[in-house]
């Protein structure tokens, strides 16, 4: 369970459904806090470059101002990122991968900050030696952050993003109400199905009704078959209805 290869972590849901979530492998985690690092870098360097402008206001004074605004660019970093963007930095947007809770469920906000002040932590002795220890030794490649929060890091696999406001016709999606099934379906979907899916939907008016019919049901059973949401969640949708909305899914990040 703790080599470098990608892992699976099996998650239930409230509904009881049962699905593996990709975890991301100690050496992409690292790459992308490599990544991190030096956009981190990249924004206290040009904080260095405008800060001779305090240099009237005393030498002490602004040496005091840099050294306290790079510590808070280094700590607000990742923490105002990955609740921006649902549990990505530049890094991890970067190599699709995403922070969430280890049940499946939204990151919280405390989830967020315990996880990012711990990278003291994970950082001694120094490198992120520790952190990249219990990373792999952990069964759920968890540093010492991930686990005092709850939370994993997993694989996104993307796809290209296609102009979905041309098929999207409605603004509701009532299978993105279930976020971790969405991300096993974006997950598990390869890319053949969403093209497929996607195509049909930008086609579809070259169809017969008849024809239209059996090729959506076609693909919506497909779809099915590779994850499923509650009824709730799916009472009253057309078989069009829904890959439309898988589509929506499986294209927006």
Known sequence: MSDLQTQSLTIRTPEGIVFPLLLASPITRFLALFIDTAAVQVVVSTLGLLTPLLLPLGVDFTFAMFTIASFVINIAYAMVLEWAWRGQTIGKRVLGMRVMDENGFHLTPYQIIIRNLLRFADMLPLYYMLGGI???????????????????????????EPDLDQIMEDKFNSLAEYPHIAARLRQRASQETAGVALTALMRRDELNPQARLELFHAIAEHLKEIVSFPQEAVEGLSDEQYVRNSVDILYRS
Do not use: E, W
């Open 134 to 160: 219990f990373c792999l030794v952990s069964p759920k490649s968890q540093r010492l952050g991930d686990i005092a929060a709850n939370t994993v890091v997993i694989r996104m696999p993307k796809f290209k």
